[in-house]
């Protein structure tokens, strides 16, 4: 079973990076034939051309005439125009022509055997990546340079052939060729050179914003105090900064952090205050030995190094998707990222395994195991929570997330620890920095029964650590407030998009965020409202759920094809040029009404037509 999941799992990866990477060789490989039955197109004509007039010719022998007829059916034309002699002969025209195939020919073969040669040291790359962590960091950075060199040059060669095709395929098989069609290809080619070239030197954006408080001594010396017994364990330094947050999750990171406006740097770790509440002193022992292992093992000085190139090699693929020309050299590219994700993934779950080892020497196995499945299970439980609420259709007077879990979580992690599936919560992927549970446990020496999970989470967490900061409570709470008060914003503001208004409550909630608006313009006020649209000079105002379709041309008018017209007519024209605001604005105003109202119309029916199911 384990092999055929493998087996599936390199499948889908050959399908959806290895198949489309291939791509690369298209155009390249389409030019060089092509070329090729371009060249040899001309040179069968200029071998006839020759042969006519050889045979015409009564000033020569016979003899001179066999000989002369022997070398121009053995000798292509082309190769004759490689001897300047001969070639000073012959209509620069011509010369030109076969210098076009030449050196399209050349282009395209470079491209090929470059595209096969690029494939073979990344692929080298890549596998010397999953010997250690300085060696992902040194192939990652080598190949990075190679790569994006490599895609900038396969940009303007594959664009230099397409421009040559756009001209060529016309005028060899029509007899003619069309200038917009040459234009199209070569604007498209110049972008896509630009976009590329442009993607190489943008600098890496890699902020790091964390929501949460930082922790001093002062504040909080006894969780200090156990912070740094637990380094001494582990062997390594304290962290620079201590970040308290309500995120269900513990890291660490040596990147720059964000917290409040102000930039910390260092060594920073990130603990869950609503965590910490739940977890037993013991538990959170194992937590934060694990998390100071990646200290000690330098993982995150390395994660450090990494994150910009990733970003950068990020930044490229998306030069080269929007490149529109450049999608087979994206594909190519993106296979490479694919592989390193791979190596990254590899050694992440390595690194996991070895701070879980480290974990349980300063705790132990079953601290480790209670803490991790006590933190899936609260991430689940108020995920549950958060969906269930977001569903709701009514508008939030209070989101209250927190309350929700302190009142339901001792219940739920009791049935949670009766699940049959708990070993596969982190379900395995190639791309998954983290190893699925059942795997950590058995790396630790631990074999985990529904009895023993059950014994393991019967009883609930003291919150040792939670309660070694003197101002959790006032913290927790503070963050908690202004999350709920975000989400139920948030919810109210997505409302808005649901409600083809029935009541007052939902058409308060519609007009909030879709007040009328109006434009002046030279044919009168242009209004709009979450309902209905209208023109000063048009007979009636029209509903969005009148549209039946919408085109914008190129003299920035705005057709509206509609049905149900008291008038009679089914078409209006909006000139946007004649409005004194900006085209773009009025578009955009127009296009996100019509949206809210699509977007309403099609949940309402989704909800209709769920609401017609049978019960199950």
């Known amino acids: 079973m384990e092999n055929s999941k493998q087996d599936f799992s390199s499948l889908g990866f050959v399908k959806t990076f290895v198949l489309p990477a291939l791509l690369l060789f298209l155009v390249p490989v389409l030019a060089l034939l092509f070329f090729l039955h371009a060249r040899s197109t001309f040179d069968a004509d200029a071998r006839e051309a020759m042969l006519l007039q050889v045979r015409e010719d009564e000033s020569i022998t016979e003899q001179e005439r066999a000989e002369t007829i022997e070398v121009i059916e053995r000798v292509p034309f082309s190769e004759m125009l490689l001897s300047p002699e001969f070639a000073a002969t012959i209509d620069s025209d011509i010369r030109f022509y076969y210098a076009n195939f030449r050196w399209m020919i050349r282009l395209a073969v470079w491209s090929i055997v470059s595209g096969i040669v690029v494939l073979l040291l990344a692929g080298i790359g890549v596998l010397l990546s999953m010997r250690s962590q300085q060696a992902q960091y040194l192939s990652l950075s080598v190949s990075w340079h190679v790569l994006r060199i490599y895609g900038a040059l396969q940009t303007i060669v594959q664009g230099v052939l397409l421009v040559a095709l756009s001209f060529w395929v016309t005028a060899l098989w029509a007899e003619v060729y069309y200038i917009k069609l040459i234009g199209i290809a070569a604007l498209l080619a110049l972008v896509a050179i630009g976009t590329v070239i442009a993607a190489i030197f943008k600098k890496p954006v890699s902020e790091f914003v964390i929501e949460g408080e930082v922790v001093d001594k002062a504040s909080a010396p006894a969780l200090w105090q156990n912070l740094e017994w637990i380094c001494t364990k582990v062997g390594t330094d304290l962290p620079d900064q201590l970040i308290a947050g309500i995120d269900a999750n513990f890291f660490v990171t040596a990147q720059p952090v964000t917290v409040a406006d102000k930039t910390y740097t260092g060594r920073t770790l990130y603990v869950s205050l609503s965590l910490l509440k739940k977890l037993s002193g013991s538990e959170a022992d194992a937590v934060m030995a694990h998390e100071m292992a990646h200290f000690s093992g330098d993982d995150t000085t390395f994660a450090k190094k990494i994150s910009p190139l990733l970003i950068r090699y990020d930044n490229y693929l998306q030069a080269l998707h929007d490149g529109v020309i450049t999608k087979p050299i994206f594909y190519f590219m993106l296979c490479f990222r694919g592989l390193f994700e791979l190596s990254l993934g590899r050694l992440s779950r390595q690194r996991e395994f070895r701070a879980d080892r480290i974990a349980t020497e300063v705790a132990s196995p079953k601290d480790l195991a209670a803490a991790l499945l006590r933190i899936v299970a609260y991430s689940k439980y108020r995920n549950s929570i958060e969906e269930e609420l977001f569903k709701q259709e009514e508008a939030l007077e209070v989101a209250d997330i927190s309350e929700r879990i302190e009142r339901g979580f001792s219940e739920y992690v009791v049935a949670f620890s009766t699940e049959q599936d708990l070993g596969d919560l982190e379900t395995f992927h190639p791309f998954d920095s983290h190893p699925p549970m059942q795997q950590r446990f058995e790396a630790v020496g631990l074999q985990l029964s529904g009895e023993s999970t059950q014994a393991l989470l019967a009883k609930e967490g003291d919150g040792r650590w939670y309660h070694n900061i003197r101002t959790a409570g006032e913290l927790e709470q503070q963050q908690w407030d ?88 089914k078409k209006h024209k909006l000139k946007l040029k004649k409005f004194t605001s900006s085209q773009q604005e009025v578009i955009d105003t127009f296009n996100r009404y019509y949206s809210r109202y699509l977007s309403a119309r099609d949940y309402q029916v989704e909800k209709h037509d769920e609401d017609e199911l049978p019960n199950a």
């Open 482 to 569: 202004e999350y709920e008060e975000r989400f139920r914003k948030f919810h109210e503001e997505v409302s808005a998009y649901r409600y083809l208004p029935e009541n007052e409550q939902e058409l308060a909630i519609v007009v909030q965020y879709f007040p009328e608006v109006t434009f002046e313009g030279k044919e009168g006020l242009f209004t709009l409202n979450y309902e209905r649209f209208h023109l000063a000079n048009w007979p009636e105002p029209l509903l969005w759920s009148q549209i039946t379709g919408c085109s914008l041309n190129d003299n920035g008018v705005l057709e509206i094809v509609f049905s149900g017209s008291e008038s009679g007519k």
